[in-house]
C-alpha cells in the first residue's frame, strides 16, 4: 500500500502545491539522496514540464543521469539551472541531442548514450511526447503522435535494450518507465491505419492511439523480459498545465476551469512525482505490466464511483490497455516501422 494514498484522497485535494509529494520528496522518502552513485539513467525530454522535474530529482541520487533534447541550448539551461542549485547528492549528468520524430537522429543519440555509459543502463524514463498536435508526418513520415511518442521510443529502447538487460540483477532490476496517459482512453491503436490513410485524421484519436501504445509496450516488456530482470511499467503523471497543452483549443482550456479540475491539478514537481516513485522505489518493483498514477496502481476506469470518483479525475484504464493479442501485434509491426528485424 503506498504512502501517498492519503495525500490522493479526492476530498484532500487542493489544486498544484497541496499535500500531494513532489518527486524531489519521492527521493529523500526513499532514502536515496545521494545513494546510487553506480546506476545509469536515461530521461527523454528534459527540457521543460515533467522532464525537468524527473532530471532534477534523479540527480539527487548521485545518478549520472542522460537526459535527451531537442534543442541542446535550451537543455543546458536547464542542466546549469539545476547543478546551480548544488543538491545534496547531485550526480552527472549529460545531454543528448535527439529528435524523436527522426530515426537517424534516436540511433545518433542512442550510440552516444551507449558509448558514454560504457554500455550500462539502469532506468528508461520515456517522458518526452506530443499532445493533441496539428496533422503532421515524422522524418521517416509516420503520422506525428505514433511516431514521435511510440516509434521513436520503441526504436529507442531496441537500441539500448542490450544495456538494460546486462545491467539488470534480481537486487536492482532495470525499468522502462513509460509515461503514458488517461488520454489513452480516447482511443484504441489503430492497428489498420496508423497513420489516418484511411479516416481523417483527428488529434485527439492520435493522441489516445499513441498514450496505449506506449502502455503496450510496457506490458510488451514485462512480458518479455521481466524474468531477466527487466520491468516495464505504464503511467499517467496526472493533470499539469505545461508545454504539452499548447495546442489545446482554448475552449477546452476553459472547460478545466471548475473547482473538480483545479483540485484536481499538479504541480510539475507533484506530476513528475508518480515516474521517479516509478523508476526507483522499492514499492514500484512490483508494479511490472500494471497500470500506475497518484504513485500508486490504479484499477479499471469507473471502478471508484464509491470513493466519489468521477470522470474528472479518474485515472483507471481504458478496457483496451491490456489487449495482449493487439499488443503483440503492434510490436511486430513496429520492428518493420523502424526499420528493425525482431
Not at 142 to 164: I, M, P, R
Not at 309 to 321: Q, R, S
Request: net charge negative; charged share 20%; proline share 3%.
Amino acid at each position: 500500500m503506498s504512502r501517498y494514498i492519503e495525500s490522493h484522497v479526492r476530498s484532500n485535494l487542493r489544486g498544484p502545491g497541496d499535500a500531494r509529494p513532489t518527486a524531489l520528496q519521492i527521493i529523500s522518502d526513499e532514502n536515496l539522496v545521494g545513494k546510487l552513485s553506480s546506476s545509469i539513467f536515461l530521461v527523454t525530454g528534459v527540457s521543460s514540464g515533467l522532464g525537468i522535474e524527473t532530471l532534477r530529482a534523479l540527480h539527487t541520487t548521485g545518478a549520472h543521469v542522460f537526459g535527451t533534447v531537442r534543442n541542446v541550448a535550451k537543455g543546458q539551461k536547464v542542466v546549469d539551472e539545476i547543478l546551480a542549485e548544488k543538491r545534496e547528492g547531485g550526480g552527472k549528468i549529460d545531454l543528448i541531442e535527439m529528435e524523436l520524430g527522426s530515426f537517424a537522429s534516436i540511433r545518433a543519440g542512442a550510440a552516444e548514450v551507449l558509448e558514454k555509459s560504457g554500455g550500462k543502463l539502469n532506468v528508461i524514463v520515456a517522458n518526452a511526447g506530443i499532445m493533441a498536435v496539428p496533422e503532421g508526418k515524422t522524418v521517416d513520415g509516420w503520422e506525428l503522435q505514433f511516431g514521435t511518442n511510440h516509434l521513436g521510443h520503441f526504436l529507442l529502447f531496441q537500441l539500448v535494450k542490450d544495456a538494460l538487460l546486462a545491467s539488470a540483477t534480481p537486487e536492482v532490476p532495470s525499468r522502462y518507465i513509460s509515461v503514458s496517459s488517461t488520454g489513452h482512453r480516447m482511443g484504441s491503436v489503430r492497428l489498420d491505419d496508423y497513420n489516418f490513410e484511411a479516416e481523417a485524421y483527428d488529434p485527439w484519436k492520435g493522441y489516445g492511439q499513441s498514450k496505449t501504445a506506449n502502455i503496450w509496450m510496457a506490458n510488451s516488456i514485462q512480458r518479455r523480459y521481466a524474468a531477466q530482470n527487466l520491468i516495464g511499467i505504464g503511467l499517467h503523471p496526472g493533470g499539469i498545465i505545461t508545454g504539452l497543452s499548447a495546442h489545446f483549443d482554448p475552449e477546452l482550456m476553459k472547460a478545466y476551469d471548475t473547482p473538480i479540475y483545479r483540485n484536481y491539478f499538479k504541480s510539475p514537481g507533484q506530476g513528475a512525482a508518480t515516474q521517479v516513485f516509478a523508476a526507483v522505489g522499492e514499492e514500484s518493483r512490483t508494479w511490472g505490466g500494471k497500470w500506475v498514477s497518484d504513485c500508486a496502481v490504479q484499477p479499471k476506469a469507473g471502478n471508484r464511483e464509491a470513493e466519489g470518483i468521477v470522470d474528472a479525475n479518474d485515472d483507471g484504464w481504458a478496457e483496451w490497455a491490456f489487449d495482449e493479442a493487439g499488443g503483440e501485434r503492434l510490436w511486430k509491426e513496429s520492428f518493420g516501422m523502424v526499420g528493425l528485424k525482431e
